[in-house]
């Protein structure tokens, strides 16, 4: 077979994308208010109209109270708001994009066991916990960084949880959703169930692939024969001494089991068992520490002044520990689709059209960025195209300057002027203008 173009269609479980370059999901601080379809709107639909090929919508909580990782995110839990969110794919069907809705639980990584502020306002919110939470966690709590009174969800608690997954799935494809995206990494409540980190449980989900199993089933029923895809993690970056892992072989094992269970396509992530600078890696985000617009945020969501200093002086040691690494997913991506029969999909440090060009068909068959369409919204009128130069990079610098002040509830929104300077004089000589032709154009391939 010919080695797929970054501009070939793709089809997962029966939708044809008219491209293989995605909009990974991030944050986008939308909330679940009146404004909410109109905010998340305005976040999207610049990558679909720029070209993109599959535009995702950021984790979405599937419970109408806790289980938010971050301020701002929104729930998809109540029909009628549900119902409000075919504004939101309208608009970037009217692009040609199709579009994903990421679907999350917090569990242990909700806000009520980090936000300090959060707590206080929410006294009676207790964290959904797949087992007792794990010894170092416990000491964090112990030691005030975090604050525990987990509920270690019952088996019939298990099948409601995938249930909501369903429900919630099930609204998103009434809302016009395309794929149901289910996030499976970055210490989220599934991720929660596939660590033997976390998961210590003697019911038929210590086997933490049984829960996916369940939610698949939940969404098929639900929500019909919607395109499902998910995050897979392995826990190659988790810090020294932490030896109840997921490896990269453990990882590739659950990717052939998702197979098997009947997700449309897979998306392997090499990270650590906790939320942490594995995830965006990258230099030390010292300006968004820094701004006191934050300030009263940051000692608010931590603790006070001083523990807002502590979780800074952490950041900065993740920062060195987690280095940026391009395409750092790229090897277990490639063993994964050496493994499997779906589409896999590829994210994490990908920065540059040649290099894009060498991972589809080797490690991949479609790539996605996330923190450079904070900068360039309008991205894929760079990247896509016949004739795009190999050296064409993104204007992200991997500075995460965007990501720490969400912390405080404020959007993710570059905030390094040298990159927007780059991104502002782009705009000026019209990079964003107007979207490539696609794959499917009547222009005839000169290679053909």
Not at 76 to 99: K, M, N, Y
Not at 155 to 175: H, I, K, N, P, Q
Not at 215 to 243: C, F, N, Q, S, Y
Not at 418 to 447: F, H, Q
């Amino acid at each position: 077979m010919a080695t797929p173009r970054l501009d070939d269609p793709l089809d997962i479980g029966g939708l044809t994308l008219r491209n293989r370059l995605y909009r990974a999901p991030v944050l986008e601080c939308a909330g679940t208010g009146p404004d909410a379809p109109v905010r998340l709107a305005a976040e999207l639909e610049p990558a679909a109209r720029a070209g993109a090929g599959l535009v995702c919508q950021g984790a979405t909580i599937v419970r109408e109270t806790g289980g938010c990782a971050a301020p701002g995110m929104t729930r998809i839990a109540d029909p009628e708001f549900a119902a409000s969110l075919s504004a939101v794919t309208e608009r970037l069907h009217d692009h040609g994009a199709a579009v994903a809705v990421q679907l999350e639980y917090g569990g242990l990584r909700s806000m009520e066991t980090w936000h300090a502020a959060y707590r206080r306002d929410h006294p009676d919110l207790r964290q959904l916990a797949v087992s007792r939470p794990p010894r170092l966690l416990r000491l964090l709590d112990g030691l005030g960084f975090l604050d525990y009174d987990a509920h270690v969800m019952t088996t019939e608690e298990v099948y409601d949880l995938a249930a909501d997954f369903g429900r919630s799935a099930a609204m998103a494809v009434d809302a016009g959703y395309d794929v149901v995206h289910v996030a499976g990494a970055n210490m989220g409540v599934v991720h929660q169930f596939l660590s033997p980190f976390y998961n210590r449980r003697d019911d038929e989900f210590g086997d933490g692939v049984r829960f996916l199993e369940v939610v698949a089933d939940e969404v098929r029923g639900r929500a019909g024969d919607v395109p499902l895809m998910t995050k897979a993690p392995a826990e190659t970056a988790a810090p020294p001494g932490v030896r109840r892992r997921l490896t990269e072989a453990d990882a590739v094992d659950i990717c052939r089991r998702l197979d098997d269970a009947g997700y449309d396509a897979l998306v392997p992530v090499s990270g650590s068992v906790f939320w942490d600078a594995s995830i965006v890696r990258g230099s030390f985000p010292a300006r968004a520490w820094r701004d006191d617009r934050y300030r009263d945020g940051y000692a608010a969501a931590f603790g006070g002044p001083l523990r807002a200093r502590l979780v800074e002086l952490g950041n900065r040691i993740e920062a060195a520990w987690y280095d940026f690494d391009p395409a750092w997913n790229a090897d277990l991506c490639r063993r994964v689709r050496d493994a499997v029969s779906v589409p896999v999909l590829c994210e994490g440090g990908i920065r540059e059209r040649g290099h894009i060009d060498r991972l589809l068909g080797d490690a991949c068959d479609a790539v996605g960025m996330a923190r450079p369409f904070y900068a360039e919204p309008e991205l894929p009128a760079r990247l896509l195209g016949r004739d795009v130069a190999a050296d064409t990079r993104v204007v992200c610098e991997n500075c995460n300057n965007c990501a720490v002040p969400q912390a405080t509830g404020a959007p993710g929104v570059c905030r390094t002027p040298a990159v927007l300077a780059r991104a502002g004089a782009l705009r000026m000589e019209g990079a964003y203008d107007t979207a490539p032709e696609s794959a499917d154009s009547d222009e005839p391939d000169p290679e053909s």
